[in-house]
């Protein structure tokens, strides 16, 4: 089998794991005993979110000209210029959905903030660029169209989960890279992301990402870092396979490398899918983050 470059010289090829301990370590539906639980937990709950800010909330609004390309904004009853919350969900790049990642907006809402829920066209029907393209024009349309639904565009929030936490700061990126000066107006936090896409050529992701090196380069958000970055809060749970953990980690050092504000937080005990509880929790530190983010 010939051997692949490897982008990053520094580093061994996938910090020097074997293609087997990849595969399941970011096989994440086989680490977490009851996903489907989960699953129905977060879907009733976001149906509930929908219910309670029925009058507070505009579904299905197009960012861009795809049938994927929609999101949801769920509005606090007070009056904005509100900051604004921008969540993409995770899914592995070509599953789940924004309707069932609403019900932070029941968190968040009630605090004078707005909850977006974004949608990107899914793969293997869309390419890693589409779904990249996609964040970035969700995030822009957001920006320019904040007044719209009473949010602060100097006030945005970029967040994401898993592969949605790569799309998101890739989207966010290549706003930066091109405009730096609005950097000043986001911040961005991340939980269990995806930073380096090198070890997904390793696993059953690329049989729908179809990465080889160069594109690894050219979409993994640690090698696309602007010169002007917010600030990076990267979670991620203390019970997920150390990959996630490490991804974080690296994210964090590549921004002290450069001189960025970053931290990383482990949430205690929690696994790949658990971490997003955390939102309704008081004493989580992704609750008071975001708490924080409002009160700024």
Known sequence: MP???????????????SRAHLANDYDVEASVPDLPGYMRQFIHLSDE?????????RLDVPYGPLPAQKLDIFMPSAT???PIMVFFHGGAWKGSNKECRAFPALTVCPRGAIWISVEYPLAPDASLETQTESAQQAI????ENAQSFGGDARRILVMGHSAGGHLATMGLFRILHAQPALAKNFELLTISAVFDLEPMMFTKVNDWLKLNPPRVLEHSPISQ???????????????????????????????????LASRFTALPHRNHFSVLEEFA????????????????
């Open 80 to 82: 904005g210029p509100s």
């Open 49 to 57: 979110a929908r219910r309670t800010l029925a009058g507070h909330c």
């Open 140 to 143: 822009a349309w957001i920006a």
């Open 225 to 259: 870092i602007p010169s002007q970055s917010p600030a990076l809060h990267a979670l991620a749970g203390g019970s997920e396979p150390g990959v996630f953990i490490r991804q974080s980690l690296d994210m964090v050092g590549a921004y002290a490398a450069r001189g």
């Open 3 to 17: 051997t692949i470059a490897h982008p990053y010289p520094e580093r061994p090829i996938a910090h020097g794991l």
């Open 281 to 296: 929790l008081e004493q989580s530190p992704l609750h008071q983050a975001l708490m924080a983010f409002i009160k700024r």
